[in-house]
Nanobody, 121 residues
Framework: QVQLVESGGGLVQAGGSLRLSCAAS????????MGWYRQAPGKQRELVTT???????NYADSVKGRFTISRDNAKNTVYLQMNSLKPEDTAVYYC???????????????WGQGTQVTVSS
């Protein structure tokens, strides 16, 4: 099976930066769309950003201009560069990927384990 392993979370002061990584491991698959979600305590999980295999990106208004998503298809890895962090960015960040196995026409959704991002004021 495919596994998504996240890294890069931590505690940072407001205005600082963090870079999250999400690496997919496995065999005989390709990844169509990858994205990042986040969930703060007591709140619904929300979509932060997505990127297609062709490089098309979308961002939530709350992070536009501050966050940048990118991917390295050769490494099956997606990154989230977070700049100008605010306390309201504090949440558990989850990587999500639509995985298509070789010889199949449908995709399956996979989730990373989540990584905590805490922004202090």
């Amino acid at each position: 099976q495919v596994q998504l392993v996240e890294s890069g979370g931590g505690l940072v002061q407001a205005g600082g930066s963090l870079r999250l990584s999400c690496a997919a491991s496995g065999s005989s698959f390709s990844i169509d769309v990858m994205g990042w979600y986040r969930q703060a305590p007591g709140k619904q999980r929300e979509l932060v950003t997505t990127i297609t295999s062709g490089g098309t990106t979308n961002y939530a208004d709350s992070v536009k201009g501050r966050f940048t998503i990118s991917r390295d298809n050769a490494k099956n890895t997606v990154y989230l560069q977070m700049n100008s962090l605010k306390p309201e960015d504090t949440a558990v960040y989850y990587c999500n990927a639509r995985v298509v196995y070789t010889g199949r026409t449908y995709g399956l959704a996979y989730w990373g384990q989540g990584t905590q991002v805490t922004v202090s004021s």
